[in-house]
């Protein structure tokens, strides 16, 4: 049998085991079905091959549903999910291309570890585990980086391929794939001599962004499946900016200093204190080898980071929400690539050590990938299934939280569960495409609901805004997860304590928490016997003690002691 070559020129093949050992640790832990937040909503629109919330994220369905058609089992919903496993592991592999270039002298067992040392990070594993659009990001952002370093050394195709990488990442996610424009531009001053013309690259990054001519294509596709309908010029324009959002409150930003401490907690956080303080040590130590031997790359790295952070900085900073790990997770991998570069610039009795610091901190990580308890969660998907049990035959679910709703689409998208129900956000209830989107797929209730014949067949999910209702809001009594017209029916404490399961994770604890909270204040409003809302309120406190949003809640309420 010939033997192996494990040397430095033998690169596909440690990039083939990082590919291959972060694919099968992605694949073995991903959630097994829907999750909070936007998870389930981008399984349900690339399944429907709809529009996800602005600016519709065409790259991401059309990835997802390719996933979705190719893999030979499970449900839609989890092939979903491995797709975002299949992503980040593709993006772990160019990661470790990326520290071999950035310090070729070092041993490539350890460029391995500090590769795979990202993918054990709480952030980068939890945007690996579910649908979302934080895993693609990831590999675009990988690939922008990679092609950043060839720019700045002046390699001649770098730059068509990083234009065509930008479109394609700005058809993915925006914000974060316009961060690492700062840091490009600078690559292009540095290497501009020797490229090809700009011509081209203004031609690749027009056939990247090009995919959002998904928009108009599939605007009224997925029936109430869907976000927008795109198919006018303004309605486009509408989606592209994401005006919708603006014109939604949002949460308290907090002043950028404050984001700044938070953000710094948070990564701390992520590589422990431990491992923070030795990267911290590596990185002092060989900072006065890079300050001289490579400027550029320290600068350009410095830009990136500003830029990537920048996105953090005025908005409302939730370390709880996982949303703001798959913000960061090109940031957590530059700081490990600066650490990687420091290694390699420390002093000679010093180097080793620093370079198998990365393999130390692989071991020492690794088992805290996730502190949250989501692994094989199915919390989420028992909650969408009672709120369309709870709706009477032919009835109407009125959400007030996208949670729930998204939810329910994965479910009706991909099992084609409760055919006959309709299914409303309330927060989109005025607009005029959530309307049309209503009226094409159940017509008599869409008329019922512009004439204002709201009836026991309309349910509604206690939460944000309800008094917008107005009068009808002190009407509507419990009716299992929802309110509605009619009898008292509310869900017994058993059947909640199942649909949070034996260990519920964090964000199904504080899905229900809020839950409660607001079935709670409710009771308080129709002045139900006082022992029912006690009870939503300890169930509450049980489930997430001490969170701040509860306690907002709760400020409404006669016993505020959440």
């Known amino acids: 049998m010939r033997r192996l070559n494990w040397g430095v020129g033998d690169e596909r093949h440690y990039t083939a085991w990082v590919f291959g050992l972060s694919g099968a640790f992605f694949a073995l832990t991903a959630l097994p079905s829907t999750h909070w937040l936007d998870t389930p909503e981008f399984a349900a629109t690339a399944w429907r091959l709809s529009l996800s919330h602005s600016p519709g994220h065409p790259l991401?369905?059309?990835?997802?549903?390719?996933?979705?058609t190719l893999l030979p089992f499970g449900d839609g919903i989890l092939r979903a999910n491995l797709g975002s496993a299949l992503a980040m592991a593709a993006a772990l592999a160019l990661f470790y291309r990326l520290l071999r270039a950035l310090n070729p002298p070092?041993?490539?067992?350890?460029?391995?570890?500090?590769?795979?040392?990202?993918?054990?990070?709480?952030?980068?594993?939890?945007?690996?585990?579910?649908?979302?659009?934080?895993?693609?990001q990831a590999l675009l952002s990988l690939l922008t980086l990679t092609l950043i370093h060839r720019v700045a050394m002046g390699e001649g195709w770098a730059l068509a391929g990083l234009a065509l990488t930008f479109g394609l990442a700005g058809s993915n996610h925006t914000l974060i794939g316009a961060a690492l424009i700062p840091t490009a531009l600078l690559a292009m001053g540095v290497g501009v001599r020797r490229l090809r013309p700009i011509w081209m690259a203004v031609g690749m990054g027009a056939a990247g962004l090009a995919t959002y001519a998904y928009l108009?294509?599939?605007?009224?596709?997925?029936g109430v499946v869907g976000w927008g309908r795109p198919d006018t010029p303004r309605a486009f324009l509408d989606a592209l900016m994401g005006r919708e959002w603006m014109k939604l409150p949002g949460g308290a930003a907090g002043t950028p200093v404050e984001n700044i401490e938070r953000l710094m907690g948070y990564l701390i956080e992520q590589f422990s204190a431990p491992v923070s303080l030795i990267f911290a040590s590596i990185f002092a130590l060989g900072l006065l080898g890079l300050v001289r031997q490579r400027p550029w790359q320290l600068l350009g790295m410095a830009v990136a980071l500003a830029s990537i952070f920048a996105t953090k900085l005025y908005y409302a900073f939730d370390p709880l929400n996982p949303d703001?790990?798959?913000?960061?997770?090109?940031?957590?991998?530059?700081?490990?690539?600066?650490?990687?570069?420091?290694?390699g610039a420390t002093p000679p009795r010093w180097r080793p050590w620093s370079h198998w610091a990365f393999p130390l901190a692989l071991l020492w990580l690794a088992p805290g990938f996730d502190p949250g308890g989501r692994m094989g969660q199915r919390g989420a998907e028992r909650v969408a299934r009672a709120?369309?049990?709870?709706?009477?035959?032919?009835?109407?679910?009125?959400?007030?939280?996208?949670?729930?709703?998204?939810?329910?689409?994965?479910?009706?998208?991909?099992?084609?569960?409760r055919p006959d129900v309709a299914l409303i956000f309330r927060g989109q209830l005025n607009q005029p495409w959530a309307r049309a989107r209503l009226a094409a797929e159940h017509p008599a209730h869409a008329a019922r609901l512009a004439?204002?014949?709201?009836?026991?067949?309309?349910?509604?999910e206690p939460g944000v805004q309800m008094k917008r209702l107005g009068p009808l809001r002190a009407r509507l009594r419990p009716a299992g997860l929802c309110l509605a017209l009619g009898p008292d029916r509310p869900a017994s404490m058993t059947r909640w304590r199942w649909l949070a399961g034996a260990a519920p994770d964090i964000d199904t604890r504080r899905?229900?928490?809020?839950?409660?909270?607001?079935?709670?204040?409710?009771?308080?409003?129709?002045?139900?016997?006082?022992?029912?809302?006690q009870a939503h309120l300890e169930a509450a406190s049980a489930l997430a003690p001490g969170d701040a949003l509860l306690a907002e809640i709760a400020g409404g309420l006669d016993a505020p002691h959440l």
């Open 60 to 68: 991401h369905a059309l990835y997802t549903r390719a996933l979705q």
């Open 106 to 136: 070092a041993s490539p067992l350890a460029a391995v570890a500090a590769a795979l040392l990202l993918g054990c990070l709480p952030a980068v594993w939890v945007s690996a585990a579910r649908t979302e659009v934080y895993a693609l």
């Open 216 to 222: 108009p294509l599939r605007a009224t596709a997925g």
């Open 324 to 343: 703001v790990g798959g913000y960061l997770i090109a940031a957590l991998a530059l700081l490990i690539a600066l650490t990687w570069m420091a290694a």
């Open 387 to 417: 709120f369309l049990d709870d709706a009477p035959p032919e009835g109407v679910l009125v959400f007030s939280d996208f949670n729930a709703n998204f939810g329910a689409w994965a479910l009706r998208a991909v099992e084609g569960a």
């Open 451 to 460: 004439s204002g014949q709201i009836d026991a067949r309309f349910h509604f």
């Open 511 to 533: 899905a229900l928490a809020f839950l409660h909270a607001q079935h709670a204040l409710h009771l308080q409003l129709i002045h139900a016997p006082p022992a029912r809302g």
